[in-house]
Protein backbone atom coordinates (compact mmCIF):
# COMPACT_ATOMS: atom_id res chain seq x y z
CA UNK A 1 0.00 0.00 0.00
CA UNK A 2 0.95 3.42 -0.67
CA UNK A 3 2.28 5.28 2.55
CA UNK A 4 0.60 8.69 1.13
CA UNK A 5 -2.75 6.69 0.91
CA UNK A 6 -2.12 5.48 4.00
CA UNK A 7 -1.57 8.83 5.50
CA UNK A 8 -4.69 9.90 3.72
CA UNK A 9 -7.31 7.17 5.27
CA UNK A 10 -5.52 7.81 8.76
CA UNK A 11 -6.23 11.52 8.75
CA UNK A 12 -9.70 10.65 7.54
CA UNK A 13 -10.32 8.15 10.56
CA UNK A 14 -9.07 10.17 13.18
CA UNK A 15 -9.92 13.53 12.46
CA UNK A 16 -9.83 14.74 15.55
CA UNK A 17 -6.09 14.00 16.39
CA UNK A 18 -5.01 15.49 13.20
CA UNK A 19 -6.91 18.82 13.56
CA UNK A 20 -5.57 18.90 17.21
CA UNK A 21 -2.02 18.61 15.86
CA UNK A 22 -3.01 21.76 12.76
CA UNK A 23 -4.37 23.51 15.82
CA UNK A 24 -1.24 23.48 17.70
CA UNK A 25 0.60 24.65 14.50
CA UNK A 26 -2.24 27.04 14.01
CA UNK A 27 -1.68 29.00 17.31
CA UNK A 28 2.09 28.94 17.10
CA UNK A 29 2.33 30.53 13.68
CA UNK A 30 -0.96 32.61 14.13
CA UNK A 31 1.03 34.66 16.78
CA UNK A 32 4.13 35.07 15.09
CA UNK A 33 2.18 36.34 12.10
CA UNK A 34 -0.21 38.25 13.97
CA UNK A 35 2.70 39.74 16.26
CA UNK A 36 4.68 40.27 13.30
CA UNK A 37 1.96 42.21 11.27
CA UNK A 38 1.64 44.76 14.02
CA UNK A 39 5.45 45.54 14.46
CA UNK A 40 5.56 46.12 10.75
CA UNK A 41 2.19 48.14 10.85
CA UNK A 42 3.68 49.99 13.45
CA UNK A 43 6.99 50.82 12.10
CA UNK A 44 5.62 52.14 9.02
CA UNK A 45 3.67 54.11 10.80
CA UNK A 46 6.55 55.51 12.89
CA UNK A 47 8.13 56.53 9.82
CA UNK A 48 5.12 57.96 7.97
CA UNK A 49 4.29 60.05 11.30
CA UNK A 50 8.23 61.25 11.60
CA UNK A 51 8.47 62.09 8.16
CA UNK A 52 5.33 64.32 8.26
CA UNK A 53 6.54 65.94 11.02
CA UNK A 54 9.48 66.71 10.06
CA UNK A 55 7.55 68.33 6.91
CA UNK A 56 5.55 69.82 9.46
CA UNK A 57 8.82 71.48 11.37
CA UNK A 58 10.27 72.28 7.51
CA UNK A 59 7.28 74.51 6.67
CA UNK A 60 7.14 76.08 10.39
CA UNK A 61 10.56 77.04 10.21
CA UNK A 62 10.09 78.14 6.56
CA UNK A 63 6.90 80.75 8.04
CA UNK A 64 9.19 81.56 11.08
CA UNK A 65 12.13 83.03 8.92
CA UNK A 66 9.70 85.05 6.55
CA UNK A 67 7.61 86.10 10.47
CA UNK A 68 10.85 87.02 11.81
CA UNK A 69 11.88 88.78 8.56
CA UNK A 70 8.83 90.81 8.56
CA UNK A 71 9.05 91.63 12.19
CA UNK A 72 12.54 93.11 12.01
CA UNK A 73 11.86 94.80 8.75
CA UNK A 74 9.45 96.43 11.47
CA UNK A 75 12.01 96.61 14.58
CA UNK A 76 14.43 98.24 12.02
CA UNK A 77 18.17 97.90 11.05
CA UNK A 78 20.33 96.09 13.56
CA UNK A 79 23.57 96.85 12.06
CA UNK A 80 24.69 100.59 11.39
CA UNK A 81 28.41 101.26 9.92
CA UNK A 82 29.54 104.73 10.68
CA UNK A 83 32.66 107.13 10.05
CA UNK A 84 35.99 105.66 11.81
CA UNK A 85 36.32 108.57 13.88
CA UNK A 86 32.95 109.12 14.43
CA UNK A 87 32.86 109.90 18.83
CA UNK A 88 29.97 106.69 19.73
CA UNK A 89 28.62 108.76 23.33
CA UNK A 90 27.89 111.98 20.78
CA UNK A 91 26.54 109.93 18.69
CA UNK A 92 24.38 108.31 21.18
CA UNK A 93 23.43 111.70 22.78
CA UNK A 94 22.54 113.08 19.96
CA UNK A 95 20.54 110.06 17.90
CA UNK A 96 22.56 110.91 15.32
CA UNK A 97 25.88 110.85 13.45
CA UNK A 98 27.79 114.01 13.13
CA UNK A 99 30.93 112.43 11.17
CA UNK A 100 30.24 111.93 7.37
CA UNK A 101 32.02 109.75 4.77
CA UNK A 102 32.08 108.44 1.10
CA UNK A 103 28.92 107.33 -0.78
CA UNK A 104 30.96 104.73 -2.87
CA UNK A 105 31.67 103.03 0.34
CA UNK A 106 28.47 101.41 0.04
CA UNK A 107 29.36 100.35 -3.62
CA UNK A 108 32.91 98.59 -2.35
CA UNK A 109 30.57 96.92 0.29
CA UNK A 110 27.97 95.60 -2.07
CA UNK A 111 30.58 94.70 -4.60
CA UNK A 112 32.12 92.49 -1.82
CA UNK A 113 31.92 89.17 -0.39
CA UNK A 114 29.93 89.62 2.56
CA UNK A 115 27.60 87.49 3.45
CA UNK A 116 26.17 88.19 6.92
CA UNK A 117 24.57 91.48 6.45
CA UNK A 118 21.63 92.14 4.30
CA UNK A 119 19.35 94.83 2.89
CA UNK A 120 22.39 97.64 2.58
CA UNK A 121 20.66 101.85 3.27
CA UNK A 122 23.34 104.91 2.87
CA UNK A 123 21.81 107.45 4.57
CA UNK A 124 22.36 111.22 5.20
CA UNK A 125 20.86 113.04 7.81
CA UNK A 126 21.25 116.24 9.71
CA UNK A 127 19.16 118.36 12.46
CA UNK A 128 18.10 121.57 10.63
CA UNK A 129 15.55 124.21 11.42
CA UNK A 130 12.56 123.74 8.32
CA UNK A 131 12.38 127.80 7.58
CA UNK A 132 9.28 127.69 5.89
CA UNK A 133 7.27 126.37 8.35
CA UNK A 134 8.26 128.67 11.29
CA UNK A 135 12.18 127.21 11.68
CA UNK A 136 10.47 124.11 13.10
CA UNK A 137 13.60 121.82 14.26
CA UNK A 138 13.59 118.25 11.93
CA UNK A 139 15.60 115.80 11.45
CA UNK A 140 16.29 115.36 7.33
CA UNK A 141 17.18 112.33 6.14
CA UNK A 142 18.44 111.30 2.34
CA UNK A 143 17.57 107.75 1.22
CA UNK A 144 18.43 105.93 -1.57
CA UNK A 145 16.29 102.52 -1.26
CA UNK A 146 18.42 99.49 -0.63
CA UNK A 147 21.28 98.82 -2.74
CA UNK A 148 21.16 95.14 -3.66
CA UNK A 149 24.12 92.96 -2.60
CA UNK A 150 26.01 91.00 -5.65
CA UNK A 151 25.18 88.26 -3.53
CA UNK A 152 21.46 89.12 -2.77
CA UNK A 153 18.64 86.87 -3.18
CA UNK A 154 16.51 89.93 -3.80
CA UNK A 155 14.15 89.67 -1.05
CA UNK A 156 11.14 92.40 -0.71
CA UNK A 157 13.12 95.72 0.95
CA UNK A 158 12.74 96.82 4.29
CA UNK A 159 11.94 100.59 3.55
CA UNK A 160 10.72 101.86 0.16
CA UNK A 161 12.62 104.07 -1.80
CA UNK A 162 11.70 107.75 -1.92
CA UNK A 163 11.15 109.42 -5.13
CA UNK A 164 12.92 112.68 -6.34
CA UNK A 165 10.67 115.86 -5.26
CA UNK A 166 9.01 114.05 -2.80
CA UNK A 167 9.11 113.28 0.75
CA UNK A 168 7.69 111.46 3.51
CA UNK A 169 7.24 112.88 7.25
CA UNK A 170 7.03 111.36 10.77
CA UNK A 171 3.91 111.42 12.45
CA UNK A 172 4.33 114.01 14.91
CA UNK A 173 5.98 116.75 12.68
CA UNK A 174 3.02 116.19 10.45
CA UNK A 175 0.34 116.69 12.83
CA UNK A 176 2.44 119.47 14.44
CA UNK A 177 2.59 121.40 11.02
CA UNK A 178 -1.21 120.03 9.98
CA UNK A 179 0.37 118.64 7.21
CA UNK A 180 -1.36 115.63 5.00
CA UNK A 181 -0.15 113.40 1.87
CA UNK A 182 -0.59 114.62 -0.91
CA UNK A 183 0.05 118.71 -0.09
CA UNK A 184 3.02 120.66 -2.00
CA UNK A 185 5.48 121.97 0.70
CA UNK A 186 8.67 124.13 0.39
CA UNK A 187 11.88 122.74 2.14
CA UNK A 188 15.10 125.17 2.17
CA UNK A 189 14.07 126.46 -0.77
CA UNK A 190 13.18 123.55 -3.26
CA UNK A 191 9.25 122.58 -3.77
CA UNK A 192 8.11 118.82 -2.64
CA UNK A 193 4.86 116.85 -2.60
CA UNK A 194 4.03 114.99 0.41
CA UNK A 195 4.23 111.36 -0.43
CA UNK A 196 3.44 109.85 2.86
CA UNK A 197 2.72 110.68 6.48
CA UNK A 198 3.97 107.66 8.42
CA UNK A 199 2.73 106.17 11.17
CA UNK A 200 3.19 106.93 14.83
CA UNK A 201 6.47 104.67 15.57
CA UNK A 202 7.67 106.03 18.68
CA UNK A 203 10.55 107.16 18.43
CA UNK A 204 13.24 109.96 16.37
CA UNK A 205 11.22 108.85 13.28
CA UNK A 206 8.61 110.76 14.00
CA UNK A 207 9.79 114.26 14.21
CA UNK A 208 12.12 113.37 10.51
CA UNK A 209 11.56 114.30 6.91
CA UNK A 210 12.77 111.55 4.52
CA UNK A 211 13.64 112.90 1.08
CA UNK A 212 15.82 111.43 -1.78
CA UNK A 213 19.65 111.38 -1.31
CA UNK A 214 20.78 113.71 -4.29
CA UNK A 215 18.63 116.20 -3.34
CA UNK A 216 19.63 116.07 0.35
CA UNK A 217 23.07 116.14 -0.33
CA UNK A 218 22.56 119.00 -2.63
CA UNK A 219 20.48 120.97 -0.11
CA UNK A 220 23.00 120.28 2.78
CA UNK A 221 25.95 120.70 0.91
CA UNK A 222 27.32 117.52 1.40
CA UNK A 223 27.99 115.78 -2.32
CA UNK A 224 28.74 112.34 -2.02
CA UNK A 225 28.86 112.02 1.55
CA UNK A 226 26.44 109.83 3.77
CA UNK A 227 26.45 109.27 7.05
CA UNK A 228 25.62 105.92 7.96
CA UNK A 229 25.05 102.48 6.43
CA UNK A 230 22.41 100.97 7.85
CA UNK A 231 22.08 96.77 7.39
CA UNK A 232 20.37 94.04 8.84
CA UNK A 233 22.65 90.78 9.39
CA UNK A 234 21.38 87.62 8.03
CA UNK A 235 20.47 84.32 9.58
CA UNK A 236 23.49 82.54 8.52
CA UNK A 237 25.89 85.03 10.92
CA UNK A 238 24.00 82.86 14.13
CA UNK A 239 23.87 85.87 16.12
CA UNK A 240 27.77 86.63 16.02
CA UNK A 241 28.10 90.21 16.31
CA UNK A 242 32.10 89.96 16.36
CA UNK A 243 32.37 88.21 13.10
CA UNK A 244 29.98 90.88 11.20
CA UNK A 245 32.23 93.51 12.76
CA UNK A 246 35.33 91.67 11.86
CA UNK A 247 34.18 91.15 8.05
CA UNK A 248 33.26 94.62 7.56
CA UNK A 249 36.36 95.88 9.45
CA UNK A 250 38.09 94.10 6.88
CA UNK A 251 36.27 95.59 3.94
CA UNK A 252 35.74 99.27 4.84
CA UNK A 253 38.75 99.65 7.68
CA UNK A 254 37.92 102.91 7.64
CA UNK A 255 34.64 102.88 9.69
CA UNK A 256 33.27 101.40 12.63
CA UNK A 257 30.28 99.22 13.40
CA UNK A 258 27.73 99.45 16.37
CA UNK A 259 24.82 96.59 16.97
CA UNK A 260 21.18 97.32 18.19
CA UNK A 261 21.82 93.64 20.08
CA UNK A 262 18.17 93.65 21.45
CA UNK A 263 16.94 93.35 18.16
CA UNK A 264 19.70 91.18 16.69
CA UNK A 265 19.30 88.83 19.72
CA UNK A 266 15.24 88.72 20.16
CA UNK A 267 15.65 87.49 16.03
CA UNK A 268 18.06 85.19 16.72
CA UNK A 269 16.34 84.02 20.09
CA UNK A 270 13.07 83.60 18.57
CA UNK A 271 14.43 81.43 15.54
CA UNK A 272 16.29 79.21 17.80
CA UNK A 273 13.06 78.90 20.15
CA UNK A 274 11.06 77.13 16.94
CA UNK A 275 13.59 75.07 15.62
CA UNK A 276 14.03 73.55 19.44
CA UNK A 277 9.96 73.58 19.83
CA UNK A 278 10.03 72.22 16.42
CA UNK A 279 12.89 69.34 17.41
CA UNK A 280 11.43 68.77 21.00
CA UNK A 281 8.00 68.11 19.34
CA UNK A 282 10.01 65.48 16.97
CA UNK A 283 12.10 63.69 19.50
CA UNK A 284 9.01 63.36 21.90
CA UNK A 285 6.47 61.51 18.95
CA UNK A 286 9.51 59.38 18.05
CA UNK A 287 10.59 58.52 21.43
CA UNK A 288 6.83 57.78 22.24
CA UNK A 289 6.68 55.27 19.58
CA UNK A 290 9.99 53.65 19.82
CA UNK A 291 8.77 53.08 23.70
CA UNK A 292 5.83 51.04 21.98
CA UNK A 293 7.29 49.50 19.82
CA UNK A 294 9.99 47.83 22.16
CA UNK A 295 7.03 46.95 24.31
CA UNK A 296 5.18 45.16 21.41
CA UNK A 297 8.73 43.00 20.53
CA UNK A 298 8.98 42.52 24.06
CA UNK A 299 5.48 40.36 24.28
CA UNK A 300 6.64 38.92 21.01
CA UNK A 301 10.02 38.17 22.43
CA UNK A 302 8.43 35.58 25.02
CA UNK A 303 5.15 34.89 23.59
CA UNK A 304 6.13 33.68 20.11
CA UNK A 305 8.99 30.87 21.94
CA UNK A 306 6.14 30.54 24.38
CA UNK A 307 3.75 29.53 21.67
CA UNK A 308 6.14 27.65 19.29
CA UNK A 309 7.56 25.35 22.60
CA UNK A 310 3.68 24.74 23.28
CA UNK A 311 2.71 23.95 19.76
CA UNK A 312 5.57 21.50 19.46
CA UNK A 313 5.16 19.65 22.86
CA UNK A 314 1.35 19.32 22.16
CA UNK A 315 2.31 17.51 18.71
CA UNK A 316 4.94 15.51 20.58
CA UNK A 317 2.29 14.24 22.86
CA UNK A 318 -0.83 13.94 20.04
CA UNK A 319 2.34 11.92 18.03
CA UNK A 320 3.11 9.61 21.48
CA UNK A 321 -0.37 8.99 22.17
CA UNK A 322 -1.21 7.78 18.86
CA UNK A 323 1.42 5.54 19.02
CA UNK A 324 0.37 4.29 22.20
CA UNK A 325 -3.18 3.42 21.07
CA UNK A 326 -2.65 2.12 17.57
CA UNK A 327 0.35 -0.29 18.76
CA UNK A 328 -1.72 -3.54 17.53
CA UNK A 329 -2.55 -1.38 14.24
CA UNK A 330 1.24 -0.85 13.76
CA UNK A 331 2.48 -4.53 14.73
CA UNK A 332 -0.27 -5.95 11.90
CA UNK A 333 1.47 -3.31 9.93
CA UNK A 334 4.47 -4.52 10.30
CA UNK A 335 3.20 -8.32 9.84
CA UNK A 336 2.22 -7.64 6.59
CA UNK A 337 5.10 -6.61 5.25
CA UNK A 338 5.99 -2.70 6.31
CA UNK A 339 9.40 -1.99 7.29
CA UNK A 340 10.10 0.30 9.84
CA UNK A 341 11.11 3.13 7.97
CA UNK A 342 7.29 2.92 6.59
CA UNK A 343 5.94 2.98 9.91
CA UNK A 344 8.30 5.97 10.88
CA UNK A 345 7.39 7.81 7.60
CA UNK A 346 3.87 7.03 8.39
CA UNK A 347 3.43 9.41 11.37
CA UNK A 348 6.44 11.86 10.18
CA UNK A 349 4.23 12.54 6.96
CA UNK A 350 1.16 12.65 9.30
CA UNK A 351 3.26 15.38 11.45
CA UNK A 352 4.12 17.36 8.48
CA UNK A 353 0.62 17.87 6.73
CA UNK A 354 -0.45 19.00 9.92
CA UNK A 355 2.66 21.41 9.44
CA UNK A 356 1.78 22.53 6.23
CA UNK A 357 -1.86 22.99 7.02
CA UNK A 358 -1.13 24.68 10.07
CA UNK A 359 0.82 26.87 9.10
CA UNK A 360 -0.91 28.20 6.03
CA UNK A 361 -4.00 28.78 8.54
CA UNK A 362 -2.38 30.48 10.73
CA UNK A 363 -0.23 32.94 8.56
CA UNK A 364 -3.42 33.95 7.19
CA UNK A 365 -5.72 34.34 10.00
CA UNK A 366 -2.79 35.68 11.93
CA UNK A 367 -2.11 38.08 9.40
CA UNK A 368 -5.74 39.13 9.65
CA UNK A 369 -5.52 39.52 13.30
CA UNK A 370 -2.52 41.63 12.82
CA UNK A 371 -4.43 43.97 10.92
CA UNK A 372 -7.29 44.28 13.05
CA UNK A 373 -5.02 44.63 16.07
CA UNK A 374 -3.10 47.57 14.45
CA UNK A 375 -6.40 49.19 13.34
CA UNK A 376 -7.84 48.83 16.82
CA UNK A 377 -4.52 50.85 18.46
CA UNK A 378 -5.27 54.23 15.95
CA UNK A 379 -3.41 52.58 13.03
CA UNK A 380 -5.07 54.01 9.85
CA UNK A 381 -4.57 51.08 7.06
CA UNK A 382 -5.33 51.47 3.32
CA UNK A 383 -5.70 48.29 0.85
CA UNK A 384 -2.69 49.58 -0.64
CA UNK A 385 -0.64 49.59 3.13
CA UNK A 386 -2.02 46.09 3.99
CA UNK A 387 -0.77 44.89 0.93
CA UNK A 388 2.31 45.84 2.28
CA UNK A 389 2.26 44.17 5.20
CA UNK A 390 2.13 40.68 3.55
CA UNK A 391 5.18 39.35 4.32
CA UNK A 392 6.00 37.13 1.32
CA UNK A 393 9.11 35.88 3.49
CA UNK A 394 7.75 35.22 6.29
CA UNK A 395 5.36 33.34 4.84
CA UNK A 396 8.03 31.05 2.83
CA UNK A 397 9.25 30.68 6.17
CA UNK A 398 6.82 29.22 8.51
CA UNK A 399 6.01 26.99 5.62
CA UNK A 400 9.33 25.53 5.97
CA UNK A 401 9.73 26.22 9.66
CA UNK A 402 6.61 24.72 11.04
CA UNK A 403 6.29 21.43 8.98
CA UNK A 404 10.07 20.67 10.47
CA UNK A 405 9.28 21.46 14.09
CA UNK A 406 6.03 19.09 13.63
CA UNK A 407 8.46 16.62 12.41
CA UNK A 408 10.75 16.99 15.08
CA UNK A 409 8.61 16.77 17.62
CA UNK A 410 6.73 13.70 16.50
CA UNK A 411 10.77 12.15 15.67
CA UNK A 412 10.95 10.40 19.15
CA UNK A 413 7.45 8.32 19.09
CA UNK A 414 8.34 7.64 15.24
CA UNK A 415 11.21 6.36 16.23
CA UNK A 416 9.81 4.21 18.78
CA UNK A 417 7.02 2.99 16.86
CA UNK A 418 9.07 1.86 14.06
CA UNK A 419 11.84 -0.43 16.88
CA UNK A 420 9.01 -2.35 18.46
CA UNK A 421 8.90 -5.74 17.59
CA UNK A 422 5.62 -6.94 15.81
CA UNK A 423 5.68 -10.50 16.70
CA UNK A 424 6.06 -9.24 20.74
CA UNK A 425 2.75 -6.87 19.90
CA UNK A 426 0.51 -9.30 17.96
CA UNK A 427 1.26 -11.78 21.24
CA UNK A 428 0.01 -9.25 23.65
CA UNK A 429 -3.03 -8.47 21.28
Known amino acids: MNIWRLVGDEILYRK ?23 LRAHS ?3 AELTGQKQKETAGMLAVARDDYRKMMKTMGYNVVILNAGEDLTEFWTNGFASKTMPEELVSRLCNSNITSIQHLLPQLYQKILWAEQDNCPVILIGVRGEVLHQQSNHKEPMLDPVEKDTMRLGHALARKLGLK ?27 SVWIHMAQA ?5 KPGQINAILALSCLCAEGDLNKISRQIAAILPETQVIHRVPEALIRLDARYRVAALSQE ?3 KETAYHVRAAAERETLA ?3 IPLAILAAM ?9 NVRERRSELGVLRALGFRARHIAALILAKA ?9 AGYALGFVAGLAWSIMDGIPLSIAAMRSLFDVRLLVIVLAAAPLQACISSWLPAMIAAQQDPAEILREG
Do not use: Y
Request: hydrophobic share 55%; aromatic share 8%; glycine share 12%.
Open 16 to 38: TDFLLGVAAVFLAVGCLAGVSTL
Open 44 to 46: ERV
Open 181 to 207: SGEKVTLLGTPFTIAQVHEERGNADDG
Open 217 to 221: QVLLK
Open 281 to 283: TIE
Open 301 to 303: AWM
Open 313 to 321: LWIGMLAWN
Open 352 to 360: LLAGVAGAL
